[in-house]
C-alpha cells in the first residue's frame, strides 16, 4: 500500500489516498460547520445542516480509520455503509447517498484514474436524486449535479486528478453562489444554500487532503499542544475521564521495545499527529500515549524504532457517550421500549418523541418503540434500524414526527429486512394523531389508511424562540424574540410568551374545530401554562381545552387543534 505517494502525482488514486480524502474533508468539516449552520434560513433552533453532515461524515472517517487493506473499492464501500448508518437529516442522508454511489463507481478497483472518478461521481449524483421524492432546483442536488458536469468536462480536457477536482470545485462555487436566486427564501435572506456550501466545503477538504502525503495531512494551526498530564508516568496510563476532541477521538497507547538506537526524535515524529502526547522512555522501552485521528499512523512510527506491545486503542467518543448514557437524565437515552407489550398482530409502532411528557404519552398510547429525537437532535439511521428489529413483528411502522427526520426512516427500509412502513408525520401531534387511530390487531394497509387521514384533521402550532435576526415573507424577526409557528411558517413573534402563544391559538383555531390541546415544555411552569389555558377558555368558551405536560425542550408550547 502507498502510503506516501500524492495521488501517483494526479494521475491515479488509490485506497490511501481514499483515506486521506475522507480525513480532509472531516477535518474541514469541523472548521466550517458553524459557518453552514449559520446559513439556514428559518431562525428556530433545528437539526442544522452543517451539524448533520459534520456527524454523518465522522461516522464515515470512523470506518475507513479501520480498513487497513489494498482495495479503494472495499473502502469506499465501507466508508459508504459507516456514513448512511451514521446519517442524520435530509443533508445527512443526501451525503451518504453521494458517497454510495461513489462506493458503485468504486466497486472491485484497487486504484482508479481521473476517468473513473468522474464516472463515480456521476453514480453519486443519481443516487442523491433518487433519495429525494421531489428534487428542488437550488438545493445541495443542484450544486453536486454542476460539480459533476465540471469534472468530466475536465477529463474530456485530459486534467488529471488535481485539475478535474479543482474543476468540480470551481463549477460548485458558480453554482452555489446561483442558489440564492433559485429559491425565494434563500433570496429574501440573502443566503446561499447551506447543503451545496456543504458539499462545496467536502469536496475542497478531499482536494486539500489528496496533494498532500499522510504525515501533511495535520497542519499546524489545527494541532491543539497539551501539557503532559502530571499524572502520567512509567507505571502507565489511563483513558478514564479524560477530555477529548472530536478531532482526535482514539486513545492509543503502546509500549516499544527498541532492539538499537534510541527514541530522540520519537515525540517530534509524534506531535503532529494528535494531541495529550507523553512519551515515557527508560533504556530500550518507551511508553506512549496521545490522542489522534490515525492510531494506523502512530503504530506504523512506532514500529520503525522496534516492536510493540501492549497496544490499546480506545474510541473515547464511545466512552463518553457511555458516560452520558449513566449520568444525563432519563429522556436522553436513545431507544426506550413499551413494558408488556404485546407481540401479537401484523406490526408493530415506533414513534420519534423528546421530552419525558411526550415518551409518557406515545408508550401509554401503544407505541412499541420510542426513539429519542426532535430539533437539534436527529437520530440517524443506525438507530431507527436498531428499533425496527428489536420489534417482533415483521412489519414496522415509524413516525418520525419531524420533517428532517422522514428521509432518515426511509433509508431504514433499503437496509431492514423487515416490511417498513414511514408515515409523513411532521410534528409530535400528527404523530399522536396518527397513533390514536392505530390498532395493531387491524391490517397494515388498514391502519395506513386510517392513520393517514388521522393526520389530516390535526394542525399543530409551537412557540419557540429566534436563533438570529432575519426577514421571513416580509416580517423581521429578531433574535431571542419568542415565535409563534406553524410548519414552515412564522405567524408572529413577540416579547411576551403568553401572549404571543395565545396569538397563534387565534390564527391556527378554525370555527369547525372542536378541541385544542396543549403541550408545555420544560421551560414553562404549570402555573404559566394554566394562565394559557384560561385566556384560551374565554376566547373559544365553546370548545374542549386539554392540558399536558409535554416536557419537550427548544419549544414552550405545542399546540394540536382538531
Request: contains cysteine; proline residues 3%; glycine residues 8%.
Amino acid at each position: 500500500m502507498k502510503t506516501e505517494t500524492k495521488s501517483e502525482h494526479g494521475h491515479s488514486l488509490h485506497v490511501s489516498d481514499f483515506k486521506k480524502m475522507i480525513l480532509g474533508a472531516n477535518y474541514f468539516f469541523d472548521r466550517e460547520k458553524e459557518a453552514i449552520n449559520a446559513l439556514n434560513v428559518f431562525p428556530v433552533p433545528d437539526g442544522d445542516t452543517g451539524t448533520n453532515m459534520s456527524m454523518t461524515l465522522k461516522a464515515a472517517v470512523e470506518g475507513s480509520l479501520a480498513y487497513e487493506g489494498n482495495s479503494i473499492g472495499e473502502l469506499s464501500e465501507i466508508v459508504a455503509s459507516r456514513a448512511l448508518m451514521g446519517a442524520r437529516g435530509n443533508s445527512g442522508v443526501i451525503l451518504s447517498q453521494i458517497l454510495r454511489g461513489l462506493a458503485r463507481g468504486l466497486r472491485n478497483k484497487d486504484f482508479i484514474s481521473p476517468g473513473e472518478l468522474s464516472k463515480a461521481f456521476q453514480y453519486g449524483v443519481v443516487y442523491a436524486y433518487k433519495a429525494v421524492s421531489k428534487p428542488v432546483e437550488g438545493t445541495i442536488l443542484t450544486v453536486a449535479r454542476e460539480m459533476a458536469r465540471g469534472i468530466r468536462a475536465a477529463v474530456h480536457k485530459g486534467e488529471n486528478l488535481y485539475g478535474s477536482m479543482e474543476a468540480a470545485i470551481d463549477s460548485g462555487r458558480v453554482t452555489l453562489a446561483k442558489t440564492t436566486d433559485m429559491l425565494p427564501a434563500l433570496k429574501e435572506a440573502g443566503v446561499v444554500d447551506a447543503g451545496g456550501l456543504g458539499l462545496l466545503v467536502f469536496l475542497e477538504g478531499c482536494l486539500y487532503a489528496m496533494k498532500r502525503s499522510l504525515h501533511e495531512m495535520l497542519p499546524q494551526n489545527w494541532v491543539r499542544h497539551t501539557e503532559e498530564p502530571a499524572a502520567a508516568g512509567a507505571a502507565g496510563f489511563s483513558a478514564a475521564g479524560e477530555e477529548f476532541d472530536l478531532d482526535y477521538p482514539y486513545c492509543t497507547e503502546m509500549i516499544i521495545k527498541a532492539e538499537n538506537g534510541t527514541f530522540d526524535d520519537l515525540r517530534l515524529r509524534l506531535e503532529n499527529h494528535g494531541d495529550s502526547l507523553v512519551v515515557v522512555t527508560d533504556g530500550n522501552i518507551a511508553k506512549i500515549h496521545i490522542h489522534t485521528a490515525s492510531p494506523d499512523l502512530i503504530m506504523k512510527t512506532a514500529l520503525t524504532y522496534g516492536s510493540l506491545h501492549d497496544i490499546k486503542i480506545d474510541n473515547m467518543l464511545d466512552q463518553h457517550s457511555e458516560t452520558l448514557a449513566v449520568t444525563a437524565p432519563a429522556d436522553k437515552n436513545i431507544i426506550y421500549s413499551r413494558v408488556n407489550r404485546s407481540d401479537t398482530g401484523e406490526s408493530g409502532l415506533i414513534s420519534v418523541s423528546f421530552g419525558e411528557g411526550f415518551r409518557e404519552i406515545f408508550l401509554s398510547l401503544g407505541a412499541d418503540e420510542i426513539v429519542y429525537g426532535g430539533q437539534t437532535m436527529n437520530p440517524n439511521v443506525e438507530v431507527l434500524l436498531n428499533a425496527v428489529q428489536n420489534l417482533p413483528q415483521e412489519t414496522a411502522i415509524i413516525l418520525p414526527n419531524n420533517k428532517n427526520i422522514i428521509m432518515v426512516a426511509e433509508q431504514v427500509k433499503v437496509l431492514s429486512e423487515k416490511n417498513v412502513e414511514v408515515l409523513e408525520t411532521r410534528s409530535l401531534p400528527e404523530g399522536l394523531s396518527a397513533l390514536l387511530a392505530y390498532n395493531p390487531n387491524q391490517p397494515v394497509t388498514e391502519n395506513i389508511k386510517a392513520m393517514n387521514e388521522a393526520i389530516k384533521r390535526v394542525q399543530t402550532g409551537m412557540v419557540t424562540y429566534a436563533t438570529r435576526d432575519t426577514v421571513i415573507k416580509g416580517n423581521d424577526v429578531k433574535q431571542g424574540q419568542y415565535l409563534a409557528l406553524t410548519g414552515d411558517e412564522i405567524l408572529g413573534s413577540g416579547e411576551s410568551l403568553h401572549q404571543t402563544a395565545l396569538d397563534l391559538v387565534k390564527s391556527i383555531t378554525a370555527p369547525h374545530n372542536d378541541l385544542i390541546t396543549l403541550f408545555y415544555g420544560q421551560d414553562v411552569k404549570r402555573d404559566q401554562a394554566v394562565a394559557l389555558v384560561s385566556a384560551i377558555e374565554e376566547l373559544f368558551p365553546d370548545l374542549e381545552i386539554e392540558l399536558h405536560y409535554g416536557g419537550q425542550p427548544i419549544y414552550y408550547y405545542i399546540l394540536s387543534v382538531e
